[in-house]
């Protein structure tokens, strides 16, 4: 079952902010939590996502049901090459992509895990970060 939460808003997102980067975001967040509930033997499989621009920040939310991370991996986990997976030839690179992306629109993101149980990914972006631009930040678009 794929959820998007019915509270969720995504209206109030400034131009400034890279769609191309919330794509990626979102759609490698949401990949790896089908992944994971492939994974697990439950019956019952589950991703959600929850979105909201309310306040001065954008904040994703992506939950699943899956196998879970062992957070003792930390931010092992968003390095490029590190992967969970078995069994996946392209595995690796979408969670590093998502830190990269996230680190250019100058947000954060964390985890939190229990193994058989789940993950919940939270992504906070903010919607304005005063007068720097992109180059001054050092952000490059993913498809760069």
């Not at 995504?10 to 794509?23: G, K, M, N, T």
């Not at 993950?119 to 678009?141: D, M, Q, W």
């Amino acid at each position: 079952n794929f959820i998007i939460d019915r509270e969720s808003s995504f209206i109030d997102v400034p131009a400034e902010i890279s769609r191309d980067a919330l794509v990626t975001i979102i759609g490698n967040l949401v990949n790896n939590a089908f992944d994971a509930v492939r994974e697990n033997e439950k019956e019952q499989k589950k991703v959600s996502l929850f979105l909201t621009d309310l306040g001065k920040d954008l904040i994703i939310e992506i939950e699943d049901n899956g196998k879970g991370i062992d957070t003792s991996m930390g931010e092992q986990i968003f390095q490029a090459g590190f992967s969970t997976k078995s069994r996946h030839s392209n595995s690796g690179i979408g969670l590093s992509l998502v830190k990269e992306s996230i680190r250019g629109l100058g947000g954060n993101i964390t985890f939190s895990s229990q193994e058989g149980e789940g993950t919940i990914f939270t992504v906070a972006l903010p919607k304005h970060r005063g007068c720097l631009n992109e180059a001054e930040l050092g952000y490059r678009s993913v498809n760069s």
